[in-house]
């Protein structure tokens, strides 16, 4: 079964806000090594919810990620990795059935896009220790 590995949301307003986000840097970095090491792919989801947050650091994906040139980025404004952002179709054309996530804001964007892929019908895995929110 293809598997794709998604890392959602890490991005730098975040990882500086977020709780135990460098237990959370070292679980994603430890994935994606093991990832690499096995052809799976590593696709990056951002939250962009205005025009501002486009060119703002803030936003941007941490690179603490350590993101290589190939791996692909998708946009999204909504909680959700698939509402209009593309990622759907191109994991259907890739054939890809099972998904990896990962990522910030367990209750808002994890948790949405979690119960979205599940009625999409892919396999989900989402790995102990690899999801956070806010601190407090």
Not at 26 to 53: C, D, F, G, T, W
Not at 69 to 97: A, C, H, M, R
Not at 127 to 136: L, M, N, Y
Request: aromatic share 10%; glycine share 6%; proline share 2%.
């Amino acid at each position: 079964m293809k598997t794709a590995f998604i890392i959602i949301d890490v991005q730098n307003i975040l990882v500086e806000t977020g709780f135990q986000t460098n237990s959370l840097l070292e679980k994603i970095s430890y994935l994606q090594n093991h990832a690499r090491s096995k052809n799976i792919e590593i696709i990056y989801v951002q939250h962009i919810e205005n025009p501002e947050a486009q060119t703002s650091e803030d936003w941007q994906l941490s690179a603490l990620l350590n993101r290589k040139p190939d791996e692909k980025v998708f946009q999204k404004k909504y909680n959700s990795i698939f509402k209009e952002t593309g990622l759907k179709e191109y994991l259907d054309k890739q054939g890809i059935e099972k998904l990896v996530l990962c990522g910030m804001q367990t209750e808002y964007c994890v948790d949405t896009s979690v119960k979205v892929a599940f009625e999409y019908g892919y396999k989900l895995i989402i790995p102990e220790g690899a999801v956070t929110t806010f601190d407090g």
